[in-house]
């Protein structure tokens, strides 16, 4: 960073300074980096507290405000605190059941705060805080891909200076793979998010209860390893690239599916408990009311556990041993937070310095669609064939996916590294 001279504030910040680049007499003040740096920090802070809605915006900002160096580091972080927001929610909402259903109520305005309106009332302040400081603190900053300074709405600093972004082609069959394989890594993230709970019932026998409990922790813990990964990413980017870094996540998430297809002779526990509940034995009529007045209320506190008559699969397709699916949850867990920041990641530097609020809208888009298309084919899928042909078919989606990296891999390259005006990092 600059000093405080005059003389040190004409010096870059960012970028080579080596004589006769391109970079070298280009400036980035010292009050533009620091105000610069406090709007993407202030962006961290919405998408921990509230990252419905604003992701696409919050990203294209991110990636006109950063550099190539700064942009992994910055994505990762956007992510961690993404993920941190979805750990950390719950948390405080269990954290408010102490309060209870009485709660306080405050007289004067008629306002009980209790365990249902205290989280409410958490997220709306949160709010008005995020707004505050958007307004307040928050302004418009934009860089070229070496971290020069552009033009911007709401920063008047060294005009003369400022450069003018390059109106060149962006290289339309990356962005196309880019979309592709974002949306193959939140399909995959999120059939696996809607199989664990019916997985873990079907294969352990574990009441509704249970899977709720399990399952949750498990999510918390695969939360807290996405986080780790965000962190330890950003250096190991710089090491071998985004690129390398993407493809190896798709591999690690392969061999996370795989591991999960079923093998041995040990079969699931069958839930024969349905076939003998359709005829009703010689009772007298006092007996029969009070059966059907106490089967509703077993059936909630206990209910039939196991795999399922109706699936038919579940008398020939062999248990999934527990190691072998907590294996597979870590597993993925690694690959899916390096894959899901690489791909947006290189998505940004394939933009380049143009506003990329359309194109990150499109990104989102695919990441919607893959949620909500990922849920409905795997859960119909498991149900009629079971878990062999289902991560049999997930197994088959990610080589195809990895293929097709492959045959993009040397195009998936930063604007500016395509048109020859930055080097490119070995990958």
């Not at 294209?60 to 929610?89: D, H, K, P, V």
């Not at 009980?112 to 958490?122: E, G, R, S």
């Not at 709306?124 to 302004?139: S, T």
């Not at 197994?395 to 195809?400: R, Y």
């Amino acid at each position: 960073m600059a000093g405080l001279g005059v003389q040190a504030e004409q010096e870059p910040l960012l970028g080579d300074r080596t004589p006769g680049s391109r970079e070298w007499d280009i400036i980035e003040t010292e009050d533009h980096y620091k105000s610069r740096w406090r709007s993407i920090r202030i962006l961290y802070l919405t998408m921990f507290l509230s990252s419905v809605g604003n992701v696409a915006v919050i990203r294209s900002y991110i990636a006109g405000a950063t550099s190539l160096q700064e942009r992994t580091s910055s994505m990762a972080n956007t992510s961690a605190c993404q993920a941190l927001g979805f750990i950390l929610g719950p948390v405080f909402q269990t954290c408010f059941a102490l309060i209870g259903e009485k709660g306080v109520t405050w007289e004067t305005i008629q306002l009980q705060i209790n365990m249902y309106t205290a989280p409410v009332l958490l997220g709306a302040f949160l709010g008005v805080l995020n707004i505050i400081l958007i307004l307040f603190i928050l302004r418009e900053h934009r860089v070229d891909d070496s971290g020069r300074q552009c033009k911007s709405i709401n920063f008047e600093e060294a005009s003369t200076d400022e450069i003018q972004i390059p109106q060149r082609s962006i290289d339309k069959v990356a962005v196309v793979t880019t979309n592709v394989l974002f949306f193959v890594v939140l399909f995959i993230f999120a059939l696996f998010e809607t199989i664990l709970t019916p997985l873990t019932m079907d294969m352990y026998a574990w009441t509704r209860e249970q899977a709720v409990l399990y399952d949750g922790i498990i999510l918390a813990a695969l939360g807290i390893e996405a986080v780790i990964i965000f962190m330890g990413i950003k250096s190991l980017a710089k090491k071998i690239g985004e690129r390398a870094i993407l493809l190896g996540g798709l591999v690690i998430i392969w061999i996370g599916f795989f591991i999960l297809l079923p093998w041995g002779n040990q079969f699931p526990k069958i839930q024969w408990e349905d076939l003998h509940n359709h005829s009703i034995p010689n009772t007298t009529f006092g007996e029969i009311i009070i059966t059907l007045w106490r089967s509703p209320r077993e059936d909630q506190s206990e209910g039939p556990t196991g795999c399922p008559i109706e699936q038919a699969w579940c008398l020939y397709t062999p248990v999934i041993h527990l190691a072998q699916f907590l294996t597979s949850v870590v597993l993925i867990g690694i690959g899916y937070p390096s894959c899901n920041v690489m791909s947006y990641t290189l998505y940004s530097k394939i933009l380049g310095p143009k506003p990329q609020g359309v194109y990150m809208g499109w990104l989102t888009a695919s990441g919607s669609a893959a949620r909500i298309l990922g849920p409905v084919f795997i859960s119909q899928v498991y149900t009629s064939w079971g878990p062999r042909w289902a991560f049999s078919l997930v197994c088959g989606i990610v080589v195809l996916t990895i293929t097709l990296l492959g045959v993009v891999y040397r195009r998936l390259v930063a604007f500016s590294v395509r048109h020859g005006r930055i080097q490119e990092e070995p990958s």
